[in-house]
């Protein structure tokens, strides 16, 4: 069964750094796409990032330039940098992974227990 374990998260002040790790069972080039959603009380589910197997990257608008998909294959993780952390980036933080970047998109496909990430003023 695919698994997904997420660590990394924690409480850090606004402007500050965190980095989210992704372990998933088997190889990670066994998902054509894997991302980081997230989940906040009273706002909308958000996929942040994403990358494919070929490596190619998106980001929601509300991340982007502050926050870096990437994957280490020596360690079969996902990763993701995020800084210049805001308030409004408080969430769960959840790894996902898909057939496709389009199914990961719509929230179509596996996903973990989730980090929480808590962002201070």
């Known amino acids: 069964q695919v698994q997904l374990v997420e660590s990394g998260g924690g409480l850090v002040q606004a402007g500050g750094s965190l980095r989210l790790s992704c372990a998933a069972s088997g190889s990670i080039f066994s998902f054509n796409a894997m991302g980081w959603y997230r989940q906040a009380p009273g706002k909308q589910r958000e996929l942040v990032a994403a990358i494919t197997s070929g490596g190619y990257t998106k980001y929601a608008d509300s991340v982007k330039d502050r926050f870096t998909i990437s994957r280490d294959n020596a360690k079969n993780t996902i990763l993701l940098q995020m800084n210049s952390l805001k308030p409004e980036d408080t969430a769960v933080y959840y790894c996902?992974?898909?057939?496709?970047?389009?199914?990961?998109?719509?929230?179509?496909?596996?996903w973990g227990q989730g980090t929480q990430v808590t962002v201070s003023s």
């Open positions: 996902g992974a898909a057939n496709s970047l389009l199914l990961l998109s719509e929230f179509r496909g596996y």
